[in-house]
């Protein structure tokens, strides 16, 4: 981990453990760390503190970016790292807490984890899955970053869970890709939805020849199909509760029967399954055994609906458009376009997103942009109100009445407010100041004071780091 370097930071007064002490410590382990002064900071960094205060976890939300970005928060002294300190520390963007002074070798702790968390998000920037579960909101990179772990880290059972649309089964297709087993078989899919109880021991186990009437020769099932891959199975909320408990043994113990044998059989696969229920409510309802539950349920990952990631909404449409358009220059999407596509709801979630990208792809014509006319009749809102919809939705009421409980007043958060949609123009429109200033109805000039104002808050605020 050579060439990693991670920023460094201290808030609090009469400090007891020197910046330069800990920097030397990690450089010994093979990791730089440089000072941070009062300039913000992207990137990777360790911030050390003695108090738990509302000033340290805003600093965390800054330099984290609200979890995007890694943040390890060290205490001091372990005295002052209670479970409060800690959960707060963690709801405020960290990716870990802990004392300096409770473990043997702190440095060597602090370097593991950067390596842990660089892999992993070098993976999730990978080819591999940002072609094919696209987004960049913190919730998504979340999501992402925990398939990621447990898919190349560990060899857990994993159960996704989600809204039907929301890309369990890609999932479910990274975990396998990215497993890390040497002599990895294949992934073998079974629809839970189609199972006919008649034939389900056939389907799982196999079964001998003769076994029963229309058994003419043998046959392997899902377990042996998969020893060595990955099974995957989709809706397994759908399993009555007959087959849950025939494949109680199989999925603790690996080991089987074939329907018409005595002789048991050994089988290694990493079990994947997904649906949309809630597993929860249908054990309480006694539709869902609870052992069985248990047993495929090692990690548990939860996909967000596409109303819950919305920054990801334009990503994913000129994805599609990509994909739509092989070998030529996908159309852009017109400003009305676009603020269509992210106010729209979309119950049926990203593969809704896509099949009506894919409805406008096939009426556009011409070198132009895919503009209004493009959207089918029976897609268009029904009236004017969608661009007049009430957008201060319950996340946008949950975030001010969460800033007024921190103390933060009104001046404060209008602020932000304006900070949080300058940022977002300026992402969406390419850094172009010119069109992010029409984005936001103000010029170009109002645009770039409102920026500077933005810097000398900053600065003023952070205060300085003395070591």
Same mark, same amino acid.
């Given at each position: ?238 399993l009555p509760l007959g087959l849950q408990a025939e494949l109680l043994r199989v999925v603790q113990e690996r080991t089987y029967k074939r329907v018409g044998s005595n002789a048991w059989k050994n089988t290694r696969f990493r ?99 895919? +503009? @209004?006319?493009? $959207? %089918?009749? *029976?897609?268009?809102? !029904? #009236? =004017? ?34 900070? +949080? @949609?300058?940022? $977002? %123009?300026? *992402?969406?429109?390419? !850094? #172009? =100041? ?34």
């Open positions: 981990m050579a060439e990693k370097t991670i920023w460094l930071r201290y808030f609090g007064g009469e400090h007891v453990l020197p910046g330069r002490q800990v920097i030397e410590a990690l450089s010994c382990r093979g990791l730089r760390s440089f000072l941070l002064d009062q300039d913000p900071s992207s990137g990777a960094g360790l911030l050390l503190f003695d108090r738990d205060t509302t000033e340290l976890r805003e600093s965390l939300r800054a330099y984290s970016h609200n979890g995007l970005e890694r943040v390890l928060a060290i205490g001091v002294t372990r005295k002052m790292m209670t479970a409060e300190t800690i959960w707060n520390l963690l709801q405020a963007g960290a990716s870990d807490a802990f004392a300096w002074d409770q473990l043997e070798d702190p440095a060597a702790v602090i370097v593991s984890r950067f390596e842990r968390w660089e892999a992993v998000d070098d993976l999730v920037r990978s080819s591999v899955v940002q072609e094919n579960l696209v987004g960049q909101s913190a919730t998504w990179i979340s999501v992402l970053r925990r398939v990621v772990e447990l898919a190349r880290f560990t060899d857990g059972s994993a159960l996704i869970v989600g809204e039907s649309g929301t890309g369990k089964e890609l999932v479910a297709r990274l975990i396998h890709k990215l497993d890390s087993r040497t002599g990895k078989s294949e992934l073998v899919v079974v629809d839970c939805t189609t199972i006919v109880p008649e034939l389900a021991g056939s389907e799982f186990f196999g079964h001998e020849r003769g076994a029963f009437t229309s058994a003419i020769v043998a046959r392997d099932g899902a377990f042996a199909l998969a020893d060595g891959g990955t099974l995957f199975l989709d809706e397994v909320g759908e079990l994947v399954c997904a649906t949309n229920r809630d597993l929860t409510e249908e054990q309480a309802h006694g539709r869902f055994r609870r052992d069985f539950y248990y047993r495929i349920a090692t990690w548990t990952c939860r996909l967000p609906p596409l109303q819950d990631r919305r920054e990801d909404i334009l990503p994913l449409a000129r994805h599609f458009l990509r994909e739509l358009y092989v070998g030529q220059n996908p159309p852009d999407l017109d400003p009305a376009v676009r603020d269509y596509l992210i106010i729209r709801d979309y119950p049926g979630n990203v593969r809704e997103l896509r099949q009506l990208i894919t409805r406008m792809a096939q009426r556009h014509v011409g070198n132009g942009p895919i +503009t @209004a006319g493009d $959207i %089918a009749e *029976e897609d268009r809102p !029904a #009236t =004017l109100a969608l661009t007049l919809k009430d957008w201060p939705d319950a996340g946008f009421s949950l975030a001010i009445r969460r800033a007024l409980s921190l103390g933060r007043k009104l001046r404060e958060i209008s602020n932000t407010a304006v900070d +949080t @949609a300058i940022q $977002i %123009a300026m *992402e969406e429109e390419g !850094a #172009t =100041l010119r069109r992010a200033a029409d984005k936001l109805g103000i010029t170009d000039r109002a645009l770039q004071m409102r920026r500077a104002l933005r810097r000398k808050r900053e600065q003023i605020g952070d205060g300085e780091a003395v070591f």
